[in-house]
């Protein structure tokens, strides 16, 4: 799953993933470890996915 920055219709919430505190950070990689599972949810037919938190792990029983 890529983030582009620059096409501007991609939307990543930075201040989530910043208030976590890191496993391992190094120059290019962040490692989080979480108490609780992210919910990735992705299309590859229309090329689409969404991240979300755990506290939205409700919307990921599909």
């Given at each position: 799953?890529?983030?582009c920055r620059t096409t501007g219709d991609s939307r990543l919430?930075?201040?989530w993933f910043a208030a976590?505190?890191?496993a391992h950070e190094g120059r290019y990689?962040?490692?989080l470890h979480l108490?609780?599972?992210l919910c990735v949810l992705i299309d590859?037919?229309?090329r689409q996915g969404?991240?979300?938190p755990p506290d939205h792990s409700?919307?990921?029983d599909t």
């Open positions: 799953l890529t983030v919430d930075w201040d976590r505190e890191a990689v962040r490692h108490a609780k599972p590859g037919h229309k969404v991240i979300l409700q919307d990921c």
